[in-house]
């Protein structure tokens, strides 16, 4: 599915870059992995590729698939939650969590709303930032243009 060199999405991880495909025993079979370098963090992690697409890794947005996530951002039909903070915060990590960056958008947009009525707990406050970061990585390697060109185009369709 994946080629050295590729980009790949890992759910709640973001965008990273396929470094190398890796025979390993696992119990006593040889499976090969992913080695999927993350590009904000650095971090290194390996998945197997029988399972890859059932762990949620994913290809990057196609770029004609962009607007629609500029839709969602320009929504103004924001759900209202009335619950508390934690189980608003639990419902937006599951999102994010999707690998879906749909949901991601979604859960920025709602966040970024409710930041203007109400305010957002410590906790809200840095997933809302974790959103607008895998969205603004993922948007900017999809249309190979600069993070903070994007994170503008962001700013400007936000209401």
């Not at 959103?131 to 603004?136: S, Y």
């Amino acid at each position: 599915m994946f080629e050295i060199g590729d980009f790949a999405v890992y759910p709640g991880h973001g965008v990273g870059a396929i470094e190398g495909i890796e025979k390993m025993d696992m119990g006593g079979k040889m499976q090969d992995f992913y080695v999927l370098s993350i590009l904000d963090t650095k971090m290194t992690i390996m998945i197997p590729m029988e399972s890859a697409c059932i762990a949620g890794m994913r290809e990057v947005i196609d770029p004609e698939r962009i607007p629609e996530v500029y839709e969602i951002l320009k929504s103004k039909e924001v759900p209202i939650h009335h619950q508390p903070w934690n189980q608003r915060y639990r419902g937006h990590m599951e999102r994010i969590q999707s690998g879906s960056i749909f949901e991601v958008a979604k859960v920025f947009r709602d966040l970024y709303s409710l930041k203007s009525e109400k305010g957002l707990s410590f906790g809200e406050r840095k997933l809302m930032d974790t959103a607008k970061r895998l969205l603004i990585k993922e948007l900017a390697i999809s249309k190979d243009v600069e993070e903070a060109d994007v994170g503008e185009e962001i700013q400007g369709i936000l209401p």
